[in-house]
Nanobody
Framework: QVQLVESGGGLVQAGGSLRLTCAAS????????MAWFRQAPGKEREFVAA????????SYADSVKGRFTISRDNARNTVYLQMNSLKPEDTAVFYC????????????????????WGQGTQVTVSS
């Protein structure tokens, strides 16, 4: 398994930007697909974005398309989520996840599709 630690969350005004970072341990990072999920209070954890092992394949939830960008740096064992044009409804705890699997564009992924998880980082967007 891979160990994951998220950072970069915080409080931002609507329309602002944040970049989340997920640092992974282990020598096999490049063999994992990576994803970001989020969970708002009282709601289930939902898919945000995923990237394949090479960084070429990505998939996004409809709610974040055109605003969020997922990327990875295999030399640094790191995955990023650049979030622009943030909205109050983006407020949630954001989680990084990893799994040895393929990522297909346009596919919605579920909690059960990923086996390794970080502890999460809080993102709060004020109106």
């Amino acid at each position: 398994q891979v160990q994951l630690v998220e950072s970069g969350g915080g409080l931002v005004q609507a329309g602002g930007s944040l970049r989340l970072t997920c640092a992974a341990s282990g020598r096999t990072f490049r063999s994992y697909a990576m994803a970001w999920f989020r969970q708002a209070p009282g709601k289930e954890r939902e898919f945000v974005a995923a990237v394949g092992w090479s960084g070429h394949s990505t998939s996004y939830a409809d709610s974040v398309k055109g605003r969020f960008t997922i990327s990875r740096d295999n030399a640094r064992n790191t995955v990023y989520l650049q979030m622009n044009s943030l909205k109050p409804e983006d407020t949630a705890v954001f989680y990084c996840a990893a799994e040895r699997r393929q990522i297909y564009s346009g596919t919605y992924y579920y909690y059960s599709d990923f086996g390794s998880w970080g502890q999460g980082t809080q993102v709060t967007v004020s109106s």
